[in-house]
């Protein structure tokens, strides 16, 4: 996934359950929004998930291998899931999901 920034515990553990089931995460934040006291990038990493950071903001969206991408302005924390209106789209075009996918993996490498 590529996100701006992740603050809700229940979606941090969900992550964690799917690492722990043997699904591949991978989690790629804006860099500045990592330095947030209240961002869950630790609790990912010492999960043993691999964490980057990128230059890049506004990354909003999640890859479910070749089948699905989710995107839209959804920040993954209590305030989008609860008081914001946000909104997360999901996509199952096949193009559609390999574009985001090569977007994903050019994002990773230039990450930290």
Same mark, same amino acid.
């Given at each position: 996934? %590529? $996100? !701006? ?7 941090? *553990? %969900? ?10 995460? =991978?989690?790629?934040? *804006?860099?500045?929004?990592?330095? /947030?006291? !209240?961002?869950?990038? @630790? ?9 980057? +950071?990128?230059? +890049? ?6 890859? *479910?291998?070749?089948?699905? $991408?989710?995107?839209?302005?959804? /920040?993954?924390? $209590? /305030? %989008? ?7 997360? $789209?999901?996509? =199952?075009?096949? !193009?559609?999901? %390999?574009?985001?996918? &090569?977007?994903? &993996?050019?994002?990773?490498? @230039?990450?930290?």
């Amino acid at each position: 996934m %590529a $996100v !701006y920034s992740i603050t809700h515990d229940e979606i941090v *553990d %969900a992550l964690i359950a799917a690492h722990q089931r043997g699904d591949q995460v =991978r989690v790629l934040m *804006d860099k500045l929004q990592a330095s /947030n006291r !209240y961002a869950d990038d @630790e609790k990912l990493e010492a999960a043993g998930i691999p964490v980057k +950071t990128g230059g +890049t903001s506004g990354l909003m969206f999640l890859i *479910d291998g070749e089948r699905a $991408v989710g995107t839209g302005s959804f /920040n993954w924390s $209590v /305030n %989008a899931d609860e008081r914001n209106a946000e909104n997360f $789209v999901i996509i =199952r075009l096949k !193009y559609t999901v %390999a574009s985001f996918a &090569e977007e994903f &993996e050019k994002l990773w490498g @230039e990450a930290q």
